[in-house]
């Protein structure tokens, strides 16, 4: 029943989030077109935490994906807004489990994976990004966005320390001091690109956010 509610309840929710970072989600996914010209073949993608599916109509037509979710409620609004956004593509498969492991996804199978606002919430980023590594193809990319901790020392970062542990208790798990940042620079991707911006949003703990994309 919360899984229900929370599937039914978010998805309007975070297509509104997504409208306040249209303009970041397109140069973020701006590389995927890219990589679908270099690799002259329709991408398989995997998007993990993909909840109801806010980021498909950026994807390069045809694509084939692979969603990792575990709210098993999402999949009916994944597919609808797949159907609205993006009909060209193709739901592979979809797996209700987390992203720390995913044992369903052979080694090496896909050419993107994306992740735009769950490593704030994940139980274990480290483990997160290895299974990321390890799904990849040699020199896939991983495209993130993420709201994350300010600068160390700041009177923000305290704040956001002070305040992450209520915070989870509120909202399943979200860290406001999200350290994806650091641990992105040290997860074994060959390169890691990222962009800062600030989210034009009422509140000022989650204002400092980033995307970028990683090389395998
Ligand atoms: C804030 S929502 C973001 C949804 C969507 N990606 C977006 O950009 O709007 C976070 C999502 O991550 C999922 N999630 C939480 N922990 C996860 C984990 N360990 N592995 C995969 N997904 C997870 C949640 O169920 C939820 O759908």
Same mark, same amino acid.
């Not at 970072?21 to 397109?26: G, L, Q, R």
């Not at 140069?27 to 993909?50: K, P, W, Y």
């Not at 806010?54 to 098993?72: A, D, F, G, T």
């Given at each position: ?12 929710? !975070? ?14 996914? *701006? ?8 690799? @002259? ?26 969603? $990792? ?23 592979? @498969? +979809?797996? !209700? ?8 996804? *052979?080694?090496?199978? &896909? @050419?993107? $994976? ?5 490593? !704030? ?17 040699? *020199? ?7 709201? &994350? ?13 002070? +305040? ?9 798990? !979200? ?10 620079? *040290?997860?074994? +991707? ?5 962009? @800062? ?20």
């Amino acid at each position: 029943m919360g899984q229900r509610f929370s599937a039914w309840f978010m998805n309007p929710f !975070c297509k509104s989030i997504n409208n306040n970072v249209k303009n970041e989600k397109a140069l973020l996914f *701006d590389s995927m077109t890219q990589l679908r010209e270099t690799l @002259d073949r329709d991408l398989v993608i995997c998007e993990i935490g993909a909840r109801s599916g806010v980021n498909y109509k950026h994807y390069p037509p045809r694509s084939k994906l692979i969603c $990792v979710e575990p709210n098993q409620y999402s999949r009916s609004y994944l597919e609808e807004n797949i159907r609205t956004t993006n009909p060209s593509l193709t739901l592979k @498969d +979809f797996v !209700c489990g987390f992203a720390e492991s995913m044992p369903g996804i *052979d080694n090496e199978c &896909v @050419d993107a $994976v994306v992740c735009t606002l769950v490593l !704030c919430c994940v139980k274990n980023q480290k483990e997160v990004l290895s299974e990321v590594l390890r799904i990849l193809r040699p *020199d896939g990319q991983f495209y993130f966005m993420e709201h &994350v901790a300010d600068q160390p020392g700041t009177f923000r970062r305290k704040m956001q320390n002070t +305040f992450t542990p209520a915070w989870k208790l509120l909202t399943g798990n !979200c860290h406001l001091n999200n350290n994806a940042r650091a641990v992105l620079q *040290d997860a074994g +991707f060959k390169s890691v690109r990222t962009t @800062d911006f600030t989210y034009r949003s009422m509140l000022w703990l989650i204002r400092p956010w980033m995307f970028g994309v990683a090389t395998k």
